[in-house]
T-cell receptor
């Protein structure tokens, strides 16, 4: 069946520009996470949301990271005023419910390079 | 805040030997502990998980142990093979999931 898909697979942007990354999660999944993955820091949670409610846990004090969920199975991660340190792989993952102890299903990720 | 510590960050093991990766967590309410394997350029894949009412779980060459009192859990891979080379992530979850920073496992020929 269809899994979690992310687009684009690769994104190059100039520093200072805003970028948007898309995630199509699995139909019926309620909880959706965005992670940033770098070599030194492993996987860091950026935001997560349950159903239509947005629980933003930005790892960046400037709050440049936000996620929108226009449909239950679609999420867009927006990064404003990108910095070179934002270069990383951004992973999206979803699961049925956070409290039902079900594993997360990951997308292939978007590799973002900020020039 | 909640935290998951994972050690070691890099591990090299001779093919056929065992590998052990250890994690500790801070949130005592965590009740679900998955392990993911991520090969280069690929998405993380769940390889085994354990719930807080179980102390040990085994699936062929992979086993996970959980000590809730000490708040630590470990991944054990026996009879390692070249295809076991990857980055392994532990995680702990109550309300939200927290990942360790990963262990890069190298299986040496």
């Amino acid at each position: 069946g269809a899994g979690v898909s992310q687009s684009p697979r690769y994104k190059v942007a100039k520093r200072g520009r805003d970028v948007a990354l898309r995630c199509d999660s699995i139909s019926g999944h309620v909880t959706l996470y965005w992670y940033r993955q770098t070599l030194g820091q492993g996987s860091e949670v950026l935001t997560y949301s349950q159903s239509d409610a947005q629980r933003d846990k930005s790892g960046r004090p400037s709050g440049r990271f936000s996620a929108e969920r226009p449909e239950r199975s679609v999420s867009t991660l927006k990064i404003q005023r990108t910095e070179q340190g934002d270069s990383a792989v951004y992973l999206c993952a979803s699961n049925l419910l956070n409290r039902d102890n079900q594993p997360q299903h990951f997308g292939d990720g978007t590799r973002l390079s900020i020039l | 805040g909640e935290n998951v510590e994972q050690h070691p960050s890099t591990l090299s093991v001779q093919e056929g030997d065992s590998a052990v990766i250890k994690c500790t967590y801070s949130d005592s309410a965590s009740n679900y502990f998955p392990w993911y394997k991520q090969e280069l350029g690929k998405r993380p894949q769940l390889i085994i998980d354990i719930r807080s009412n179980v102390g040990e779980k085994k699936d062929q060459r992979i086993a996970v142990t959980l000590n809730k009192t000490a708040k630590h859990f470990s991944l054990h891979i026996t009879e390692t093979q070249p295809e076991d080379s990857a980055v392994y992530f532990c995680a702990a979850r109550d309300d939200k999931i927290i990942f360790g920073k990963g262990t890069r496992l190298h299986i040496l020929p």
